[in-house]
C-alpha cells in the first residue's frame, strides 16, 4: 500500500523559511513523477511544484518561482520543499503526492495538475503571519 506522510509544516512570520518533507514507501518510489499542492480554505487545490523521476526537471507556480525549490532523494524515498521568503498567502495546507502508472504522462502534459497524481498524503499545515 501506497503511503505519503508529509512534514515540517508550522507557523512562521513573513519572510521566514520552511523545509517540507514527504516520506514514500509501499511503492517504487524512484518511478513516479512527484510533487507539491497546497489547499487554502475556500479555494481549489493548486500545484506549488513538481519534479521527474529522476528530479532533474522541475515545475513551478508563478506564485512561488525563486522563492520554492522542490528536489528528491531517491536513495531515501523522500520529496522536499525548501519554502523561503515566505508570505501571508503562502499559508495553507500542503500535500505530497505522487503519478501512479495511469498519470505519469498526464503528468508530461500538465505537470501541476493535481489530476495527474494518484496518491496523496495527509497534508501538512503552512501558516505565515505578517
Known amino acids: 500500500q501506497v503511503q505519503l506522510v508529509e512534514s515540517g509544516g508550522g507557523s512562521v512570520q513573513a519572510g521566514g523559511s520552511l523545509r517540507l518533507s514527504c516520506a514514500a514507501s509501499?511503492?517504487?518510489?524512484?518511478?513516479?513523477?512527484m510533487g507539491w499542492f497546497r489547499q487554502a480554505p475556500g479555494k481549489e487545490r493548486e500545484g506549488v511544484a513538481s519534479?521527474?523521476?529522476?528530479?532533474?526537471?522541475?515545475y513551478y507556480a508563478d506564485s512561488v518561482k525563486g522563492r520554492f525549490t522542490i528536489s528528491r532523494d531517491n536513495a531515501k524515498n523522500t520529496l522536499y520543499l525548501q519554502m523561503n521568503s515566505l508570505k501571508p498567502e503562502d499559508t495553507a495546507m500542503y500535500y505530497c503526492a505522487a503519478t501512479d502508472h495511469t498519470g505519469d504522462y498526464c503528468w508530461r502534459i500538465s505537470p501541476l495538475n493535481p489530476t495527474c497524481f494518484g496518491y496523496w498524503g495527509q497534508g501538512t499545515q503552512v501558516t505565515v503571519s505578517s
Open positions: 519534479l521527474s523521476t529522476g528530479g532533474g526537471t522541475t
Open positions: 509501499g511503492y517504487t518510489y524512484s518511478m513516479y513523477s
